[in-house]
């Protein structure tokens, strides 16, 4: 797995293979990252070619023609000695200048995957390979990591500073690694958004010059997700040359693809070198967060299994690993700040009659918390809201049968708070300015020991006094100004944020392995490799319109699987858009997550209650397959259409839902086609949904035999309690002849309703059950 022939070091994983090699003057050359070679393949024949002296380059060695470091494909960089692509270092060296030559000084290999003193690390690699580079004047260093984590086909790389000389290291910039690869054409596909419109998909070609994808907010951000891909311009799902990135970080982030002079691409991603500057004490190190890196060849569809296998076995940890996630209720949507004890308890009635199995207690039952104004900080619970406290109320949710859950905001503070009047210093904010304000509240400062001591007293006293099974760590608003009074060098106050935040999570939750922690930051402001090593779950997004869900989920799903997804279904028209969605499509979309309702079920009709209680019981059934199977995102040639497949571990039982984003007139068949089944006879099916009148609207009255008005009385009352049925089909065939696709039924193209026709118009969907002929389940 790990090998090492006098000078080069080759790692191979299951299907992948990553060459790199000790050059004449101790740099390190890359050599290969691609598919799995043959143990014969040898660097001599693999590296690019140097037989030319390349004008205006600068030389190395003034013996040597030819060696030049930019135009070496590199495994790191330095700065200052003919390298101009972008360095991952930047070191204030103890002569004042920025000039460095890290070259090979050791190796080592070890068992297993090493873990960090400061930052979460993947777990269960299979051998780490540790290089030592030792600059060729200072006594600095830098060991390179790299663990091969061989099923999944991931390979993660970090790197350490340590300064064994006698005088501070002013780090300006470190990066976790740094690579260069010989272009295929790439195209950069990132997930970039906003607040309710996160990890859309965007792509663009990799040209000459550089191209960054950071965040400078203080957390991975909902603007510029970490992870990206790059990939061979014609690549498709299931054909291609795919690399994937992504980084165990929660912080400022920073890579950069760069396309040089030579067509090489450099990737290097770190921390963000912005608003940065560590200042590193002699005999002291510094270590930098992993990163994570895949390949296929084989498209995206296999470059995003790996990451999702390597993130359920290496990255969630502790008990709720591979463990089916409860279907929940959270009350944020249905009553915002309003609520009191009367309303909860009717809900939770509700839900539990439904099947849910988790109620969760949003913002606003403590303190003054009766808007975003005030109260953050204070976890003082209002009596007025819940007379009994957390404890009585979580006793009465157990009594009803369901778990309970509780959210909190533990890194923020109102000034409208008892906190901030005691100790306004607990804030960030500047001695000399106007704090500003985000969502009116302001950061508390976890760079001081007395912040974190307070934060984990309360919140651990909350946990243990009540029955709380189930946590929603919220954090509502970017830092802006990064200064904290207990730090001498600003320069860190970003990253000791990090380390301030992950310190916290470890004492609360390191001692309460049963409780589910589901993180979140407005939605999918922190949704990274970082937060799931603490939180099996993030919140994806406050967008619960399931056609933006579509591009969020599917988004993400590049590369986080389903069980890392909070999808909620909730009220159309949707608050965030104000597009009306069916039912069945809000189902159809949250099935590919962790299920919740987050909705007044109060209002909701009979038929409606029917429907819920029905999406549960299926889901239920299937949800180890929708939360752990293996996720295909389906090509289809139509924009109208997002297909989404979940493949049992067996491979005998797969779910795909087809959704309709816009309807267009006349359309043409659709096609179900269901990849990666065992080979055999299956049985296929649509699941069945309700269909409700409202959406046929005044056309009722051509089928009915009075006219009515389809606003009126009579017609809000039947729909209340009568629906049609969804078109069903049914058909038993081939493995083969499922996964060229199968003809669906035609759908509705204005020649009214019949059962045989499938009516999804704007926004609708059917999601199909494949099963192996012996199995047949029920819908
Ligand atoms: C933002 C979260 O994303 C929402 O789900 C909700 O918890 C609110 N905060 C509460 O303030």
């Known amino acids: 797995m790990v090998t090492v022939d006098r000078t ?66 590199l495994e790191w960089s330095d700065n200052g000695r003919g390298d101009y692509r972008q360095s991952p270092t930047e070191f204030k060296m ?28 993947a777990y269960g690699g299979n051998k780490t390979l540790k290089i030592t580079l ?79 994808n950071s965040s400078t907010t203080g957390a991975s951000s909902n603007r510029h997700n970490p992870a990206f891909l790059l990939a061979e311009s014609d690549a498709k799902e299931d054909y291609g040359s795919v690399y994937g990135f992504n980084f165990i970080y929660s912080g400022n982030h920073y890579s950069v693809v760069e396309k040089s002079d030579r067509d090489y691409i450099r990737v290097a991603m770190g921390i963000n070198p912005c608003f940065f500057e560590w200042i590193l004490p002699p005999r002291d190190k510094f270590e930098t967060p992993e990163v994570v890196m895949t390949y296929s060849n084989k498209g995206f569809n296999e470059t995003s299994y790996h990451m999702h296998n390597f993130i359920n076995e290496h990255i969630v940890r502790g008990e709720w690993k591979k463990k089916e996630r409860p279907v929940l209720l959270n009350n944020w949507e249905a009553h915002f700040f309003n609520f009191n004890e009367g309303k909860l308890l009717a809900l939770a009635k509700e839900a539990k009659n439904l099947g849910v199995e988790l109620f969760v207690l949003d913002d606003g039952w403590f303190g003054k918390r009766n808007s975003d104004k005030a109260g953050l900080g204070d976890y003082n619970v209002n009596t007025k809201k819940l007379p009994a406290g957390i404890k009585g109320f979580a006793d009465k949710i157990n009594n009803m049968g369901m778990a309970f859950g509780l959210w909190f905001e533990p890194e923020m503070v109102n000034e409208d708070s008892d906190l901030y009047r005691e100790h306004p210093e607990y804030a960030v904010k500047l001695p000399n300015r106007h704090a500003v304000l985000g969502r009116n509240q302001l950061v508390l400062d976890l760079c001081q020991k007395e912040v974190r001591n307070y934060i984990v007293g309360e919140v651990s006293k909350l946990l243990d006094n009540a029955s709380i099974s189930y946590v929603k760590w919220d954090m509502n608003r970017h830092i802006a100004e990064g200064y904290s009074r207990a730090l001498e060098n600003q320069g860190e106050f970003y990253h000791r944020y990090i380390l301030g935040l992950y310190e916290v999570l470890n004492r609360i939750f390191g001692p309460r392995p049963h409780i589910l922690l589901e993180s979140c930051s407005s939605g999918g402001n922190r949704f990274d490799l970082g937060m799931l090593c603490y939180s099996p779950q993030i919140w994806a997004s406050d967008d619960t319109d399931p056609i933006e869900r579509l591009k969020i989920q599917g988004g993400l799903s590049y590369f986080y699987p389903p069980s890392t997804m909070g999808a909620h279904v909730s009220q159309s028209p949707h608050q965030q858009t104000l597009r009306e969605t069916p039912l069945s499509t809000r189902f159809n979309v949250s099935v590919f997550g962790c299920l919740g309702y987050e909705l007044d079920l109060k209002y909701i009709t009979r038929e409606e209650r029917k429907e819920i209680a029905e999406q549960i019981a299926f889901y239920k059934k299937y949800r180890r397959i929708f939360q752990y199977g293996r996720f295909y995102r389906i090509p289809s040639y139509k924009d109208n259409k997002v297909i989404w497949e979940a493949l049992s571990e067996d491979k005998e039982t797969a779910l795909t839902a087809l959704f309709q984003t816009l309807a267009t007139a006349a359309e043409s068949s659709d096609k179900l086609r269901v990849i990666g089944l065992n080979k055999g006879g299956y049985k296929v099916r649509t699941r069945v949904q309700r269909l409700y009148l409202k959406r046929f609207g005044g056309l009722l009255k051509h089928v009915l035999p009075i006219e009515l008005n389809p606003e009126g009385a009579i017609l809000r009352m039947v729909n209340r309690h009568y629906s049609l049925r969804d078109s069903v089909e049914s058909y038993h065939c081939s493995s083969e002849a499922l996964e060229s696709g199968i003809p669906l039924r035609e759908q509705f193209i204005g020649t009214g309703y019949d059962k045989n026709i499938r009516i999804l118009g704007d926004f609708g969907s059917n999601l199909y059950i494949t099963e192996k002929k012996s199995q047949e389940g029920e819908n």
Not at 16 to 37: A, C, N, R, V, W
């Open 134 to 212: 030792k600059d060729k004047v200072y006594p600095i260093y830098i060991d390179l990591y790299y663990s091969a984590f061989y099923d999944t086909d991931v390979i993660t790389r970090r790197a350490v500073v340590r300064n064994g000389s006698e005088s501070p290291l002013v780090i300006r910039r470190i990066m976790s690694m740094s690579l260069d690869l010989p272009d295929e054409g790439f195209e950069l596909y990132t997930l970039d958004g906003a607040w309710i419109k996160e990890a859309n998909l965007h792509k663009r070609p990799v040209s000459y010059g550089i191209t960054i």
């Open 94 to 121: 103890p002569d004042g200048s920025f000039v460095t030559d890290f070259i090979y000084d050791s190796h080592d290999i070890t068992e297993g995957s090493i873990p960090m003193d400061t930052l979460p690390t």
């Open 8 to 73: 080069t070091f080759r790692i191979d994983t299951k299907n992948t293979t990553y060459i790199f090699q000790k050059t004449k003057y101790g740099h390190l050359e890359h050599i290969y990252y691609g598919s799995l070679l043959s143990k014969e393949d040898k660097a001599t024949s693999l590296r690019q070619k140097q037989s030319v002296q390349v004008g205006s380059s600068v030389l190395y060695d003034k013996g040597d023609t030819i060696y030049g470091l930019d135009s070496l494909c």
